[in-house]
């Protein structure tokens, strides 16, 4: 499984700004997508899961209200969407891919690159 992450940006406090992660390779097995973040000198942190058919979603409590995860399987994508952005969510956001959205949350098997997000204040 790759996944590859774009969307990424520099952008100013209270802006939206859509991630994308293009999704290839065999996903039968890891059909819960979602997105995690590292800020620098902290730990990479959970933001968002979502399951195959959209309809279980899990954020964390510092993004719920701001931030969208959602996924066109169509496409192989899966999105996050991100209102009214804050610096302290200045960090690099990866796209991350698992069996169910506990294991996206708990340990994803694969991961993305990754793509900077920084937010000014």
């Known amino acids: 499984v790759q996944l590859v992450e774009s969307g990424g940006g520099l952008v100013q406090a209270g802006v939206s700004l859509r991630l994308s992660c293009a999704v290839s390779g065999r996903t039968a097995s890891s059909q819960a997508w979602g997105w995690f973040r590292q800020a620098p000198g902290k730990e990479r942190e959970f933001v968002a899961s979502?399951?195959?058919?959209?309809?279980?979603?899990y954020y964390a409590d510092s993004v719920k209200g701001r931030f969208t995860i959602s996924r066109d399987n169509a496409k192989r994508a899966v999105y996050l969407q991100m209102n009214s952005l804050k610096p302290e969510d200045t960090a690099v956001y990866y796209c991350?891919?698992?069996?169910?959205?506990?294991?996206?949350?708990?340990?994803?098997?694969?991961w993305g690159q990754g793509t900077q997000v920084t937010v000014s204040s």
């Open positions: 979502i399951n195959w058919t959209g309809g279980i979603t």
């Open positions: 991350a891919a698992a069996a169910t959205t506990q294991g996206v949350r708990s340990g994803p098997d694969y």
